[in-house]
């Protein structure tokens, strides 16, 4: 159920930062969240790493990149 449509997303969400340039922002609204928090804490529960975290996996420049 709930959990389930929050692992979608976030499926979701780390295809979008593994082949763009979106910012977490983009990205979170585009997944149907609204409230960053509530994003970042999902996305690591998932994935064991904050959005930010994750980006930098593909982006050696992920410091570079802001939040909004």
Do not use: C, H, W
Not at 7 to 22: L, P
Not at 23 to 51: C, H, L, Q, W
């Amino acid at each position: 159920p709930l959990e389930y449509a929050q692992r979608v997303k976030i499926e979701a969400a780390k295809k979008a930062f593994e082949t763009n340039k979106k910012t977490v922002n983009e990205v979170m609204f585009e997944m149907g969240y609204t409230d960053v928090k509530a994003f970042r804490e999902v996305f690591r529960k998932i994935t064991g790493m904050s959005p930010l975290e994750y980006k930098g996996k593909y982006y050696k420049d992920a410091g570079d990149f802001k939040l909004g």
